[in-house]
């Protein structure tokens, strides 16, 4: 800006005033997406709800002198309140800080931390191909809330943390913030933290806490009398009296205590299996619970079964959340013993939810991803018959960048459904290309390569089981096309192409063109296998032949109106980029140096939409952006989209080591 100014009377200084503004407009427009792009704060606060608290007030008045004095610890047996403590802590002084975090801790502090749903830190988030495992990501992120810790006020509740040892609790215990913990146990970790330990009610607790009850319920003095002695019995905890009281305003109210707290909890309630099958698929759920609008919708279940859980304590709602508490997730899974079986309702549910991931924003998919680590977590052995629903899962992980997640359960199922239907059956090769994409969209080819082989050996050999095996082995075909080009046998590649060709002709032909599950119908299937082949004539360098296979190709199947709405829209919209990138690439290599641009561009704009900035595809649409603008001489818009390329590389892909190496050898050529 100084040197244009200084020299503006020559060409490359400043025309006019005009062009100084917008010139400065532009720079100061650059300056705030980098400050926006490497400045790291908390996106989200914890703001806890006000709701029903009683008693404790003496334990809230020590808690509030100790957090002076440095972290502090509230342990106590389960369901003594300790969580409910710490949140009305929170709630009645949420003023004084300027952040509050909020963390589930029941499986460690690293696993917390890493975890983006529960810390969103911006500009920050995971991925395998940068970090490779979480422990890195960790360390990264824990420095992160350091840096911040030191520039606000920041509360940070860590509840649950049931762990005997972490290595992770004195990296948490100095951090430059307020510290409070819940933990169900004693731990030479908390030797250098103020400790509070969290009793039951008192009996003079108790008999307030009835006489207020009493109030409601009108209670006799008979069932007061009853009360007063379960809670001596149960040595005042709450959870177990308040479970008590509601069953004593049902009218039932009993002399002793069960010997076993699980099945106490549910004993005496008139669970319907319904009101059980909700339970039990709660409890395998993330303990910081699921929205009731999504619950509904996966499970089918009654809303009313539910509000009639809330009213036993037995289910958490709190601002369209629904959520176990800790108790009464473990509980559940003892009594009712969820499985992938008696779950298979949720688990279809969360399939439907996510099968068209690829079509979606990144960050839309993102709320999915906490549930669907859940299901693949609690279901660690899977089911042959189940393999539907649970591929789709592990789609969704290499969608969303969990690579290593998505491998190690494409191979438990792998070795489920080969189990279940034999070595060569149609949907133990279909499952052989799933495991084969898991590697392939990590960028791990080699495996990739020998998986698909085996998938397509497989179908190749295997009787088929319904008209879907012709789509099906179609897309085997293409996947061994495509690794037969990138190792430059061009003539094979041309050969597998028109077997997958020729197959898909056949499933149109079977299938009268119908989708199966939720797969892409035959016309789009079709066209895909003919732009293969295009694929395959570009890198022969047979531009002249490639251009005329593509013009073949009818798109009018992507046409839509523009009043269209539905997944269908997105699919098509999205779809579409692929086959446009390779128009664009055809004009690039026959000179049309301009139209290249126009169809580039719409496809970088597109992939960009649906995918993000630094998604692959995006980042091989601007890549072809660059070579095209270089070509025609415009050298500063060439380096400026090299630049964003070897950004996202370096920061999303950074195992890229050629690609990056060969975006640097272009930078370098300019």
């Known amino acids: 800006m100084g040197l244009r100014e200084k020299y503006k009377d020559t060409p490359a200084g400043f025309l006019d ?15 705030q997406q980098y400050e926006n792009s490497h400045v790291y704060r908390l996106a989200e606060s914890y703001h806890p709800k006000e709701e029903w608290f009683f008693g404790r007030e003496n334990c809230l008045k020590e808690l509030g002198a100790a957090m002076k004095q440095g972290p502090v610890v509230l342990y106590g047996i389960g369901g003594v309140g300790k969580s409910a403590i710490a949140r009305e802590f929170a709630r009645r002084n949420q003023g004084s800080y300027d952040k509050i975090l909020c963390l589930s801790c029941e499986k460690g502090i690293q696993q917390a931390v890493c975890d983006d749903m529960q810390v969103k830190i911006s500009n920050l988030r995971y991925s395998y191909e940068k970090y490779g495992g979480k422990r890195r990501y960790y360390r990264e992120k824990i420095k992160k809330l350091e840096e911040i810790s030191r520039k606000i006020h920041l509360l940070l ?135 009731l609008d999504l619950y509904l919708r996966i499970s089918k279940a009654d809303e009313t079964e539910i509000h009639k859980l809330e009213s036993y304590l037995l289910v958490n709602l709190r601002d369209g959340i629904l959520s176990l508490s800790p108790v009464v997730a473990e509980a559940a899974r003892k009594t009712f013993r969820p499985s992938i079986v008696n779950c298979r309702k949720l688990v279809w549910g969360i399939y439907e939810c996510v099968y068209d991931a690829w079509l979606k924003p990144f960050s839309q998919n993102q709320q999915m991803e906490k549930y669907v680590l859940a299901i693949l977590e609690n279901f660690s052995r899977p089911r042959g018959w189940m393999m539907r629903p649970l591929e789709g899962m592990v789609t969704f992980l290499w969608i969303q960048e969990y690579y290593w997640e998505a491998e190690k359960y494409a191979h438990k199922l792998m070795r489920s459904v080969e189990r279940e239907y034999g070595p060569a059956h149609q949907n133990t090769g279909e499952m052989a290309l799933r495991v084969a994409a898991v590697y392939h969209n990590s960028l791990n080819f080699e495996p990739s390569w020998e998986w698909y082989v085996r998938g397509y050996e497989i179908l190749r050999n295997c009787v088929p089981v319904n008209t879907a095996y012709y789509h099906i082995f179609a897309r085997a075909c293409e996947k061994m096309g495509r690794m037969s080009r990138w190792k430059g046998d061009y003539l094979k590649a041309l050969e597998y192409e028109e077997e997958a060709y020729q197959s898909e ?38 531009f002249k032949e490639a251009s005329k296979a593509y013009q073949e190709i009818d798109l009018s199947v992507f046409d839509h109106n523009e009043s269209d709405t539905g997944s269908w829209v997105y699919e098509m919209d999205y779809r579409i980029c692929e086959f446009e990138g390779v128009w664009a690439e055809i004009l690039f290599r026959n000179g049309r140096y301009k139209c290249a641009e126009e169809f580039s561009k719409k496809v970088l704009e597109r992939t960009c939409k649906y995918r993000g900035n630094y998604f692959k595809d995006a980042l091989i649409a601007r890549e072809q952006l660059a070579d095209i603008c270089q070509a025609q001489g415009k050298q500063a818009e060439a380096a400026r989209e090299y630049e964003i390329v070897l950004e996202g590389l370096t920061k999303e892909h950074p195992y890229r080591k050629e690609w990056i190496q060969r975006i640097l050898d272009k930078i370098n050529e300019e």
């Open 17 to 31: 005033e005009e062009q100084k503004r917008a010139a400065a407009k532009q720079l100061a427009q650059e300056i």
């Open 157 to 291: 509740i860590l509840d649950n943390l049931n762990v005997q040892q972490d290595a992770r609790i004195q990296e948490v215990l100095t951090l430059p913030c307020d510290v409070l913990i819940t933990t169900r146990i004693q731990s030479p970790a908390w030797e250098e933290c103020q400790k509070i330990y969290v009793r039951g009610f008192s009996i003079r607790e108790q008999k307030s806490l009835i006489e207020a009850c009493q109030k409601k319920f009108s209670f006799s003095a008979k069932t007061q009398e009853e009360l007063l002695y379960y809670g001596a019995q149960m040595q005042g905890h709450p959870l177990r009296i308040f479970l008590k009281i509601r069953d004593a305003a049902k009218g039932k109210t009993y002399g002793k205590s069960s010997e076993d707290f699980t099945g106490d909890l549910f004993s005496g309630l008139p669970l319907k299996n319904s009101g059980k099958q909700i339970l039990r698929e709660l409890s395998v759920m993330p303990a910081s619970g699921i929205p």
């Open 505 to 542: 002709v056949r499933f149109e032909q079977e299938s009268g063109g119908r989708a199966f599950y939720h797969e892409e119908d035959s016309a789009v299937s079709k066209r895909g296998s003919q732009l293969e082949k295009v694929k395959t004539l570009l890198a022969m360098g047979e």
